[in-house]
């Protein structure tokens, strides 16, 4: 399940508090990063699903990675362009990135999501809302995983 050290690490890099997610994300070396990446999963899922839940197209999502690519990658070489128009497209229902590796897609979906709290500073209560339908659906995912 996911843990409240996890659960509150990703609340301060969505809330842009990134010295206090350095701090929980080096608090779990120590306790484990098991069920984080579910989190991130879930999280990301509905971030986009909210960011895009009055239609989008193809630019929309080009201009997000693209903007994520200027703001996180100055070199070019950390965010592919076409993987995380693929997340993206997955996330929302269009599109498969099984093939994607967990590096690349925890790292992607770790870059859309900086872009996107840096656009969109949410008040603490959508935070919140967002952040427990994420932990919900982590959740489902982890008690999945564990029956196989």
Not at 137 to 144: D, G, P, S, T
């Amino acid at each position: 399940m996911v843990t409240d050290d996890q659960l509150a690490a990703m609340k301060a890099f969505l809330a842009g508090d990134f010295t206090e997610y350095d701090r929980l994300t080096s608090r779990m070396n120590e306790s484990g990063w098991d069920g984080y990446q579910y989190l991130l999963g879930a999280v990301f899922l509905e971030a986009i699903d909210r960011r895009f839940a009055t239609g989008y197209t193809r630019a929309d999502i080009t201009g997000l990675v693209a903007d994520a690519r200027r703001r996180f990658d100055k070199s070019g070489t950390v965010l592919d362009l076409g993987a995380a128009e693929r997340l993206v497209l997955a996330a929302l229902g269009e599109g498969l990135v099984d093939d994607l590796n967990d590096r690349i897609r925890a790292q992607t979906q770790i870059l859309i999501l900086g872009e996107l709290v840096t656009k969109e500073q949410r008040p603490d209560a959508d935070l919140d809302d967002l952040l427990n339908c994420a932990t919900d659906l982590a959740n489902e995912h982890i008690r999945r995983s564990e029956c196989r």
